[in-house]
């Protein structure tokens, strides 16, 4: 079955950096992109952006553009996602997740099919 | 970017009730709208896609509809573990955005 497995949780200071991993197992990596979705305590969904596990092409959220790296490695079929200059309002519970592109009728639609069990990371002096 | 805006925030509901979620985009997203549900502690589940059509392996008491600007989200006969927070996400452009959940508890 598909699953999706984050490293554990992180405790880091202001202005450090933190790289979170997310291995993929139950399906061959390279066919389907994987987006990183954070959210912070009592707020919504925020998506950061993803990698396309055959190619690296990445897409970035411009909220995070300069602060955050995706990357990927296909032998081990697990990627990464490491964001920089960290915040104390980047404390947040961060997901990866699976895009699935589906089509139907000759449309395509994209939609977050399996989630990563998600990775806490607490900002703080 | 376009914003989502989900309504009610939060709602009471009993065993075997209908419950209706409402979710508007900021601009016409077609039909390019999700659905998740999140339980307390638990990553989000997906539930809908392309507004109206349900993911393999969600029970039919799930149901999704509209198109544009407008999308609900109606739950028949809510069961005890349909209690959670619902949250509608659109994929019609970058950046991909979330409606701010509805939160569905016991009355």
């Known amino acids: 079955q598909v699953q999706l497995v984050q490293s554990g949780a992180e405790v880091k200071k202001p202005g450090a950096s933190v790289r979170v991993s997310c291995k993929a197992s139950g399906y061959t990596f390279t066919t389907y992109a994987i987006h990183w979705v954070r959210q912070a305590p009592g707020q919504r969904l925020e998506w950061m952006g993803g990698?396309?596990?055959?190619?690296?092409?990445?897409k970035n959220s411009q909220k995070f553009q300069d602060r955050v790296t995706f990357t990927r490695d296909t032998s081990a079929s697990t990627a990464y996602m490491e964001l920089r200059s960290l915040r104390s309002d980047d404390t947040a519970v961060y997901y990866c997740a699976r895009v699935r592109v589906a089509s139907i009728t000759g449309g395509m639609w994209s939609y977050f099919d399996y989630w990563g069990q998600g990775s806490l990371v607490t900002v703080s002096s | 970017d376009i914003q989502m805006t989900q309504s009610p925030s939060s709602l009471s509901a009993s065993v075997g009730d209908r419950v209706t979620i409402t979710c508007r985009a900021s601009q016409s997203i077609s039909n390019s709208l999700n659905w998740y549900q999140q339980r307390q502690g638990q990553a989000p589940k997906h539930l809908i896609f392309a507004a109206s059509t349900l993911q393999t392996g969600i029970p039919a008491r799930f149901s999704g509809s509209g198109s544009g600007t407008e999308f609900t989200l109606t739950i028949n006969s809510l069961q005890p573990e349909d209690f959670a927070t619902y949250y509608c996400?659109?994929?019609?452009?970058?950046?991909?955005?979330f409606g701010g959940g509805t939160k569905v508890e016991i009355k």
């Open positions: 990698i396309s596990a055959v190619n690296a092409k990445t």
């Open positions: 996400q659109q994929s019609s452009s970058f950046p991909v955005t």
